[in-house]
């Protein structure tokens, strides 16, 4: 039985898996090009909430990582 992919080139495959990667790439920059602009606005109690959230959450990253660097010693 003949191997389908033995008679694909290097370059070839090369090809192709730059242009569905290359795809790939531009769909994500294109969604991300077209919500980088919050299209709702927050009162400052909302940014206060999401503000307090953010450091709640880097505390317990950092606190899992301490716990993580005391155990591995």
């Known amino acids: ?3 389908p992919f033995k008679a694909l080139s ?3 495959v090369r090809n192709i898996l730059r242009s569905v990667v290359w795809s790939r790439f531009y769909t994500i920059r294109q969604i991300n090009k077209k919500y ?3 299209r709702i ?4 109690m909302v940014k ?6 953010r450091i709640y959450l880097i505390l317990l990253v950092l606190i899992l990582i301490y716990k993580f660097y005391t155990l591995a010693k």
């Open 1 to 3: 039985m003949m191997n």
């Open 10 to 12: 290097g370059k070839r």
């Open 36 to 38: 980088s602009t919050p």
């Open 41 to 44: 606005k927050t009162t400052p």
């Open 48 to 53: 206060l909430a999401l503000l307090m959230l």
